[in-house]
Antibody, heavy 118, light 110 residues
Framework: QVQLVESGGGVVQPGRSLRLSCAASGFTFNTHTMHWVRQAPGRGLESVAYISSDGSRIYYADSVKGRFTISRDNSKNTVDLQMNSLRPEDTAVYYC???????????WGQGTLVTVSS | QTVVTQEPSSSVPPGGTVTLTCGLTSGSVSTTNYPSWYQQTPGQAPRTLIYRTNSRSSGVPDRFSGSILGNRAALTITGAQADDESDYYCLLYMSSGSVVFGGGTKLTVL
């Protein structure tokens, strides 16, 4: 079945870096745009970044532009999010999700928690 | 910057009907924004309910339906059940290439 599994979350000090990874299975990974979406504690969903199927088109939310980098390896069916210069406001559960026909997201991973705190 | 708006909260009695909406601070929502809707309960990942305005995702009961009402996208729950009590988020695709979530609606069934 289609599955997305995130990893790499944890507790990190402000200003440090963290790399999240999402492993995909059960579908043809190299035909789908992939997204990272986050949810701060008690808050709503926020689109963070996405990368097109071949990696040629990348988009970042203004809140992370210049600090986060999304990448993918279609040979390994993974999509990563490199997060640098982390801030307390980056504390959130980070979800990986698949784009369906540039219209909707499905499925969603279980999420990985990132806590930025000194 | 255009913001996607949703009612912060709503309530419905068991068995009742409720409509949640999703709008834009500037302009109208149309089918070209490909509105989709997601249900989320505390501690869980979102679950896809509706895509492309009015198509139900696999396994979603037909008491959930989507539409465009005036200048907003809408999610209607007919015959609400206790386990429909959740947070609901809409998602819109913008012509700029961005994808934007609404702030979410907390639905209470009582």
């Amino acid at each position: 079945q289609v599955q997305l599994v995130e990893s790499g979350g944890g507790v990190v000090q402000p200003g440090r870096s963290l790399r999240l990874s999402c492993a995909a299975s059960g579908f043809t990974f190299n035909t789908h745009t992939m997204h990272w979406v986050r949810q701060a504690p008690g808050r709503g969903l926020e689109s963070v970044a996405y990368i097109s199927s071949d990696g040629s088109r990348i988009y970042y939310a203004d809140s992370v532009k210049g600090r986060f980098t999304i990448s993918r390896d279609n040979s390994k069916n993974t999509v990563d999010l490199q997060m640098n210069s982390l801030r307390p406001e980056d504390t959130a559960v980070y979800y990986c999700t698949r784009d369906r026909s540039n219209c909707w997201f499905d499925p969603w991973g279980q999420g990985t928690l990132v806590t930025v705190s000194s | 910057q255009t913001v996607v708006t949703q009612e912060p909260s709503s309530s419905v009695p068991p068995g009742g009907t409720v409509t949640l909406t999703c709008g834009l601070t500037s302009g109208s929502v149309s089918t070209t924004n490909y509105p989709s809707w997601y249900q989320q309960t505390p501690g869980q990942a979102p679950r896809t309910l509706i895509y492309r305005t009015n198509s139900r995702s696999s396994g979603v009961p037909d008491r959930f339906s989507g539409s465009i009402l005036g200048n907003r996208a809408a999610l209607t729950i007919t015959g609400a059940q206790a386990d429909d009590e959740s947070d609901y988020y809409c998602l819109l695709y913008m012509s700029s290439g961005s994808v934007v979530f609404g702030g979410g609606t907390k639905l209470t069934v009582l």
